[in-house]
Antibody, heavy 116, light 110 residues
Framework: EVRLVESGGGLIQPGGSLRLSCAAS????????MVWVRQAPGEGLEWVSG???????YYIDSVQGRFTISRDNRKNTLYLQMNSLRAEDTAVYYC??????????WGQGTLVTVSS | QSVLTQPPSVSGTPGQRVTISCSGS????????VGWYQQLPGTAPKLLIY???QRPSGVPDRFSGSKSGTSASLAISGLQSEDESDYCC???????????FGGGTKLTVL
């Protein structure tokens, strides 16, 4: 059974840093395209970052240079390092496995609140 | 401002058929397949449709998808009260190298 479990969210002041983790089971993270998708309160879904099985990484413009996606193959875990956090980064962050060019398997999400 | 455009809300009565539209561009819907998600409050999205019109196992055949050009639609027939939820479309975007989403449509079953 495919399972994704996010952790690492919380309340952080503007300018601070957080690292989100996404522990996977039932499949191999490094063999799949993995993404982070966020959802601000009352808003729609927004793709944030992705990492190809080959290692190439991609970001939306608003987080480029501040966020870094990575993976630990031994731990079968996906990460999102978030630096210089802003109020507009407040959202529930989901990790997901992409199958047939769409996120198919999702974690339960972890809430990141950026506020002073 | 979501990349894909959906109506904010639709409604129907039990047993009716409703459709939800999704409009995009040549870099996403126009060149890649479309998916649809159902999202209940406080939960992660659940994939309902992929590859324009395919249903994952366990999704009732009351849900169907279609695509034409840079637009797509989700149809729900035989509407049931448990279908009341938010629905969101998605497609891969070649210019972003990632998926893009609609803003979501709230379905109300009257």
């Amino acid at each position: 059974e495919v399972r994704l479990v996010e952790s690492g969210g919380g309340l952080i002041q503007p300018g601070g840093s957080l690292r989100l983790s996404c522990a996977a089971s039932g499949f191999t993270v490094s063999s799949n395209y993995m993404v982070w998708v966020r959802q601000a309160p009352g808003e729609g879904l927004e793709w944030v970052s992705g990492i190809h099985s080959g290692g190439a990484t991609y970001y939306i413009d608003s987080v480029q240079g501040r966020f870094t996606i990575s993976r630990d193959n031994r731990k079968n875990t996906l990460y999102l390092q978030m630096n210089s956090l802003r109020a507009e980064d407040t959202a529930v962050y989901y990790c997901a496995r992409v199958v047939s060019w769409l996120p198919r398997d999702w974690g339960q999400g972890t809430l990141v609140t950026v506020s002073s | 401002q979501s990349v894909l455009t959906q109506p904010p809300s639709v409604s129907g009565t039990p047993g009716q058929r409703v459709t939800i539209s999704c409009s995009g561009s040549s870099s996403n819907i126009g060149s890649n397949s479309v998916g649809w998600y159902q999202q209940l409050p406080g939960t992660a999205p659940k994939l309902l449709i992929y590859s324009d019109n395919q249903r994952p196992s366990g999704v009732p055949d009351r849900f169907s998808g279609s695509k034409s050009g840079t637009s797509a639609s989700l149809a729900i027939s035989g509407l049931q009260s448990e279908d009341e939820s938010d629905y969101c479309c998605a497609a891969w975007d070649d210019s972003l190298n990632g998926p893009v989403f609609g803003g979501g449509t709230k379905l109300t079953v009257l």
